[in-house]
Each structure stands twice: as structure tokens, then as C-alpha cells.
Nanobody, 120 residues
Framework: QLRLVESGGGLVQPGGSLRLSCAASGGTLDYYAIGWFRRAPGKEREGVSCITRSGVITNYADSTKGRFSISRDNAKNTVYLQMNSLKPDDTAVYYC?????????????WGQGTQVTVSS
């Protein structure tokens, strides 16, 4: 069964950068679109960005456009979220999830996520 594990989060100052990784085990990412989501304290989980099997990208969060970029390396069975010019409002737990298509339902269960804290 496909399992996704997020990593790369941490504490960063405003204006800093982080690269999150979403690594797959128990299966291949080749068959799935992969979405990045986040849940900020006291808020609902929201979609951030998604990349299809062929590399087509959809960005959901207007607040992250131009600062965040998603990419995938199928050879490494990993999807990345590069986050630049981070702001305190980006503080959240970030999750990745497999989907048959972007905006579709999540396949399987949510992982633990990785905490991103932007603070001086």
C-alpha cells in the first residue's frame, strides 16, 4: 500500500526558505497526482499546490503564488515543495497526498505532516 512521508519542515525566519519532501514507499508515485496541503492553527486544511503525473501544476493558494513551487522526481519517488520568501502566515502543518487527479479525492490516509514555523 502506498505510504507518503513528509519531511523538511522546521523553524525559519521570515523571508527564509525551506524545501519540503514527500517520499513514497510501498508503491510508486508514477500513477498519481500529488498535492501539497496545509493546516494552520485554528483553520481548515487547504490545498497549496498539485502536480499531475505528467507534471502539470495547479496552484490553489493565491497567497503562495510566486513564492512556492512544486516539482516531482519520479526516479526518486519523491515530490517537493520549494518555499521561498516565507511569511508568518505560512506557519502550518504541511501534508502531501496522492490523488488520481488534482482536486480529486485523496487516495489512502493522511500522513503525519511536517511542521513549518515562520517566526523571528
Amino acid at each position: 500500500q502506498l505510504r507518503l512521508v513528509e519531511s523538511g519542515g522546521g523553524l525559519v525566519q521570515p523571508g527564509g526558505s525551506l524545501r519540503l519532501s514527500c517520499a513514497a514507499s510501498g508503491g510508486t508515485l508514477d500513477y498519481y497526482a500529488i498535492g501539497w496541503f496545509r493546516r494552520a492553527p485554528g483553520k481548515e486544511r487547504e490545498g497549496v499546490s498539485c502536480i499531475t503525473r505528467s507534471g502539470v501544476i495547479t496552484n490553489y493558494a493565491d497567497s503562495t503564488k510566486g513564492r512556492f513551487s512544486i516539482s516531482r522526481d519520479n526516479a526518486k519517488n519523491t515530490v517537493y515543495l520549494q518555499m521561498n520568501s516565507l511569511k508568518p502566515d505560512d506557519t502550518a502543518v504541511y501534508y502531501c497526498a496522492a490523488q488520481y487527479y488534482c482536486s480529486g479525492p485523496v487516495v489512502g490516509s493522511w500522513g503525519q505532516g511536517t511542521q513549518v514555523t515562520v517566526s523571528s
